[in-house]
């Protein structure tokens, strides 16, 4: 019972992230997103990820803390895109 409510609380936390990515790919921008925010997220998944292998849990809650993970990787990538995007749209306006 407890991995049960601990992957519901991981799908219920992690449901955000597909929305976030997609939200962060249609602004082009990386205003309002945290870098600091992101790695700390993605520190916390690693944590509990190594506590499952740790102790030799693999169950199908560690599936769920890498699909996570995954989801926050991406936005890390979306993240450093759009802060190349806002630094071409500088260099054009300086111009």
């Not at 991981?10 to 945290?34: D, E, Q």
Request: hydrophobic letters at 55%; glycine letters at 4%.
């Amino acid at each position: 019972m407890p991995e049960l409510l601990e992957a519901v609380m991981l799908i219920c936390f992690g449901f955000s992230w597909p929305l976030n990515v997609y939200r962060n790919i249609k602004s082009h921008t990386a205003k309002g997103m945290s870098i600091a925010f992101i790695l700390l997220i993605m520190v916390g998944y690693l944590a509990g990820i190594t506590a499952k292998i740790v102790c030799n849990n693999f169950s199908y809650v560690l599936a769920v803390y890498f699909i996570n993970l995954a989801f926050v990787s991406v936005n890390l990538l979306v993240y450093f895109h759009n802060r190349k995007l806002d630094r071409q749209k500088r260099c054009e306006m300086a111009a």
